[in-house]
């Protein structure tokens, strides 16, 4: 009884004892803590500009009451254990610049918890991070760490979260990443990170969350992944995964979200994907998918989401989609995808965006469609449907974007359809249509081409002549007896035009060499146009006065550009090219394929392409004569500019986005236009831009490398384009970037764009006070959608292309953007960089 007196009087006196061991254990713990935060402190390339002022360390013997002993004491996002050890590190949005180098994670036993996200850190993880054994939550996302991920991570075998996204990380992943079997939540997306995915991963069960989109993995994705009983998200879009879909997904029953776009997969999509029921997004578009679609993929009735677009899948919608009720997006475009489109779409009440473009459907648009009054986009462009428009399309009075071109439709454009007052962009060009347009503002100012019978108030539309009735008969009576007597007369002369054609077959053979051996200035002749070429070659030279600088009205990079006044009357561009070198024939002739490529492109913020001629004196191309120039000219004039109101701006910036858009991902093959500026965006009299200049446009052949000479204009042109010649769609997105700061900001933005790569170089500066200030402030839901563009444009000029929007992406935000007339919180550009 004693001795255990004794032994608890001296465990009383250590514990109340200022010098006990614990304490002294807690003093010499803090001390090196402090030492070593203090150490990586002073290396910060912004010592004043961080927000860790309160990091300050003297003895606790020291003199100076405001000396804080221990990191436990008030230190900014410092927290400790019970016995004074820093167990959590949380300095996330800092404002740090500098390395994880002078950290030692060695000196940190107890660490549970660290966040460095969103700084701007550089340079590799230590090795050394791996010292951290008890970690279990680790953020450095939002940064600029390079270098590869240590495999020493795998050592952590408490880790429960990885967070390393959106840095500039590369090479393979650690192999044993989850190794402690603890992995729950793992993103690394937006790196460059290479190689297969880490082989523990496969049997990794207590997964929960998974991103590692926008990188450069690759492996047989078949193989990479197993069943995983607590999996929720997973995305593994734009990597270079090959192989088919496993059909172990299937077996992943609390899985809402499976994300597989942009890869290369191959196969059919598993039926087995049906036993996911909780999926309620569902992406595996933009690979090479065939097949039908399984009836069993009906079975996930929690479905929001469904994009299958950019496949090569064929056959019918199975009428087991029916089950999706609270479908809010579908896309299904380009693919081969056949039979009538099911009415049982028009039950998806809340249906919001529906694309069926680029497929092969066939008989009417269904009725039922009109019963979608959520819908705001519907794109059945570019199928075999037929029969008229159904009126009951005019009930979808949410709908903003209407494109049913390039079908088969018939008759007239329903008279209902002008009340359709959300509609701001409609396509019905290459149809059968005719009769009146409506009076509505879209229609009016929509793609109306290739349908000969349209009529009305509209720029190249013949007016409309409403006959009588008695007229009407009286033509059908005189049409039926003309056709009694000209179709006989028509068959005799069919028959002697045979005859004909075989005497003038041989003759035509006889004379293609002499034609061969004519003289040189015809030799080279070549055109591809709504005209005669030869007579429309000497109508502009004579119209130029034979390119008489007089008729110049400006100059390029390939050539000038002239105004010509046809004998018609109608007047053209036309843009004279510089002279074709000998020796430079394949590149002739690769030019010519182009051109002819571009004669489909039909889009109304395009320019309309009138045709080209090649001769021994002169090449030139005819365009469509644009009223009021070029943007670039324009903004440099104060009174011009001043005609550019802020409506006006956001219209130009939307109508770019859309055309380029249509480029990207509705052409095929998409093509690249390499040269997006101010000087190549023409106005027309209503201001409306019309993107021009495909001089240097490259179609994005899949079969080929698509590396190209250097073209574009300083200041627009992609970074990557400095050390690489090879042309992708994202070249574009970062042009059309400037090209949107530009024209918000009005002038060209030269050394002013490129700091908005450092937001420390931009301090404070207001957004709005870097907008046009020869325009009047903008009203409040125009200044919301200037948020908007700014914000687009900043991520379209991300120094890394995988990082950067599809353009597809960018129309899309832009036609989508609500209106909202309040006001938002002043923002400055380092936090809409951020």
């Given at each position: 009884m004693r001795s255990f007196l004794a032994c608890f009087l001296l465990y009383v006196h250590l514990v109340s004892s200022p010098n006990n061991a614990f304490a002294s254990v807690s003093s010499s713990s803090s001390s090196s803590e402090a030492k070593a935060l203090l150490k990586w402190k002073a290396s910060f390339q912004n010592q004043t500009q961080n927000n860790l002022t309160s990091w300050t360390y003297s003895p606790s013997n020291s003199t100076n009451p405001k000396a804080n002993a221990s990191p436990c004491n008030g230190w900014t996002g410092i927290t400790c254990n019970t016995v004074g050890s820093v167990n959590r590190i949380n300095l996330s949005n800092s404002g740090i610049q500098g390395t994880l180098r002078e950290l030692s994670f060695l000196s940190f036993p107890n660490l549970e918890y660290l966040d460095l996200s969103f700084n701007e850190l550089n340079g590799s993880i230590p090795p050394s991070i791996g010292g951290l054994s008890n970690l279990v939550f680790l953020y450095l996302r939002h940064n600029q760490l390079s270098g590869s991920v240590p495999q020493e991570i795998g050592n952590l075998k408490k880790l429960t979260v990885l967070k390393l996204d959106t840095n500039q990380l590369s090479g393979h992943l650690p192999q044993n990443i989850c190794r402690g079997g603890s992995l729950q939540n793992f993103t690394v997306q937006t790196n460059r990170l290479t190689g297969p995915i880490p082989k523990s991963l496969k049997m990794c069960k207590s997964l929960i969350r998974v991103r590692l989109q926008d990188n450069h993995l690759t492996g047989n994705i078949f193989e990479a992944f197993g069943a995983y009983p607590n999996l929720r998200y997973i995305d593994l879009s734009h990597n270079n995964f090959y192989g088919k879909i496993s059909p172990m997904w299937g077996q992943c029953p609390q899985l809402t979200a499976l994300r597989i776009a942009g890869n290369i997969l191959t196969g059919s999509i598993p039926p087995e994907l049906g036993n996911a029921t909780k999926i309620q997004l569902l992406d595996l578009s933009s690979n090479g998918l065939v097949g039908v679609i399984p009836n069993e993929i009906g079975r996930l009735t929690s479905l929001l989401n469904l994009t299958l677009n950019g496949n090569q899948l064929w056959g019918r919608i199975p009428l087991e989609f029916g089950s999706f009720k609270d479908l809010e997006y579908l896309d299904m475009s380009i693919n081969k995808l056949n039979e009538s489109i099911p009415s049982i779409l028009g039950d998806f009440s809340k249906l919001h965006y529906l694309n069926l473009s680029n497929n092969k459907f066939s008989q009417e648009i269904p009725f039922q469609l009109g019963k979608l009054v959520h819908l705001s986009q519907l794109d059945l462009s570019y199928n075999s449907l037929e029969d008229q428009i159904p009126s009951e399309i005019s009930q979808m009075q949410s709908l903003e974007i209407l494109n049913i071109s390039h079908n088969n439709l018939f008759g007239s454009i329903p008279k209902n359809f002008k009340q359709m007052h959300s509609l701001v962009q409609v396509d019905i060009s290459y149809n059968q249509l005719q009769g009146p347009v409506p009076n509505n503002k879209a229609f009016q100012d929509g793609d109306l081409e290739g349908n000969e019978g349209l009529c009305g108030n509209v720029a190249g539309l013949q007016p409309c002549n409403i006959p009588s009735m008695e007229t009407k008969h009286s033509s059908k009576s005189d049409r039926r007896h003309l056709f009694l007597i000209v179709f006989p007369i028509l068959g005799t002369l069919l028959l002697v035009l045979v005859v004909l054609a075989i005497a003038l077959v041989g003759k035509r053979r006889k004379t293609e060499q002499e034609t061969k051996q004519s003289n040189v200035q015809h030799q080279n002749f070549f055109s591809i146009s709504e005209f005669d070429g030869r007579r429309m070659y000497e109508e502009i030279i004579r119209a130029t006065n034979d390119f008489d600088a007089l008729y110049c009205i400006g100059k390029g990079g390939s050539g000038s550009v002239y105004k010509a006044k046809l004998l018609s009357g109608s007047v053209v561009a036309v843009k004279k090219l510089h002279p074709i070198l000998d020796g430079e024939e394949t590149s002739r002739k690769e030019f010519l394929n182009e051109i002819r490529a571009l004669l489909e492109i039909r889009h109304r913020n395009i320019v309309s392409f009138r045709g080209f001629c090649s001769h021994a004196h002169h090449s030139f191309l005819v365009y469509d004569y644009l009223q009021k120039g070029s943007l670039a000219s324009i903004l440099s004039k104060e009174y011009e500019a001043n005609k550019l109101d802020w409506s006006t701006r956001v219209r130009i910036v939307k109508g770019v986005?859309?055309?380029?858009?249509?480029?990207?991902?509705?052409?095929?093959?998409?093509?690249?236009?390499?040269?997006?500026?101010?000087?190549?965006?023409?106005?027309?009299?209503?201001?409306?831009?019309?993107?021009?200049?495909?001089?240097?446009?490259?179609?994005?052949?899949?079969?080929?490398?698509?590396?190209?000479?250097?073209?574009?204009?300083?200041?627009?042109?992609?970074?990557e384009l400095a050390y690489t010649m090879k042309v992708t769609k994202k070249c574009d997105v970062y042009s059309f970037g400037v090209l949107a700061l530009e024209v918000i900001m009005g002038k060209q933005l030269a050394d002013f764009v490129s700091a908005f790569s450092t937001p420390s170089a931009i301090g404070d500066i207001l957004l709005k006070d870097v907008f046009d200030q020869r325009l009047p402030p903008p009203t409040p839901e125009i200044e919301n959608e200037l948020i908007t563009i700014a914000r687009l444009a900043i991520a379209c000029k991300h120094s890394d292309p995988q990082s950067r929007p599809t353009m597809y992406k960018v129309s899309q935000v832009l036609s989508s953007q609500p209106a909202n007339s309040s006001r938002l919180p002043e923002i400055t550009l380092e936090q809409l960089i951020n």
């Open positions: 986005a859309h055309a380029l858009s249509y480029m990207h991902h509705d052409c095929s093959p998409p093509i690249v236009h390499r040269d997006i500026s101010s000087n190549n965006i023409l106005l027309n009299y209503e201001y409306e831009p019309v993107l021009s200049d495909f001089g240097t446009a490259k179609l994005l052949n899949p079969d080929s490398s698509n590396w190209t000479a250097p073209a574009g204009t300083y200041g627009y042109i992609a970074p």
